[in-house]
C-alpha cells in the first residue's frame, strides 16, 4: 500500500523550467526526509536534491541555484521546481524516502527506503 508516485516530467527546452511531484500514499511524508535521484542509462543514481523533515534542504552542486525542492505536508507531496534547464539534467528522476539529508553528499538512504516508478525529464532542442 506504501507508494509514491512521480509525475510532472516531459520534453523542455534548454533554458526551460518543469515542477516535478513527488506524492506519498499509504504513509505520510511528515517526519520523514525525502529526496530526489536521476539517473542516465548506464549511469549512477545521483542524488540531485534532499529536503528534511523540518524543511531544511541539500543541493548537488551543479544544480544549485536552478532547482528547488520543496514539501506540502497537507498535500503529503514534495516538489522539485528545476529552473533554467540543461541538455546535461536529461535523465529518470525518482524520488525517495532517505535516512537524512547530508550536506556533501546530498542524501543518505536505507535499504529501506521507499522508491518511486521516475519520471522521465528531456531536454534537447
Known amino acids: 500500500q506504501v507508494q509514491l508516485v512521480e509525475s510532472g516530467g516531459g520534453l523542455v527546452q534548454p533554458g526551460g523550467s518543469l515542477r516535478l511531484s513527488c506524492a506519498a500514499s499509504?504513509?505520510?511524508?511528515?517526519?520523514?526526509?525525502i529526496a530526489w535521484f536521476r539517473q542516465v542509462p548506464g549511469g549512477e543514481r545521483e542524488g540531485v536534491s534532499c529536503?528534511?523533515?523540518?524543511?531544511?534542504?541539500t543541493y548537488v552542486d551543479s544544480v544549485k541555484g536552478r532547482f528547488t525542492i520543496s514539501r506540502d505536508n497537507a498535500k503529503n507531496t514534495v516538489y522539485l521546481h528545476m529552473g533554467r534547464l540543461k541538455p546535461e539534467d536529461t535523465a529518470v528522476y525518482y524520488c525517495?524516502?532517505?535516512?537524512?539529508?547530508?550536506?556533501?553528499?546530498?542524501?543518505?538512504?536505507?535499504?529501506?527506503?521507499?522508491w518511486g516508478q521516475g519520471t522521465q525529464v528531456t531536454v534537447s532542442s
Open positions: 525517495a524516502t532517505a535516512q537524512r539529508c547530508h550536506q556533501t553528499w546530498v542524501v543518505t538512504t536505507t535499504p529501506d527506503d521507499h
Open positions: 499509504g504513509f505520510t511524508l511528515d517526519y520523514y526526509a
Open positions: 529536503i528534511s523533515s523540518d524543511g531544511s534542504t
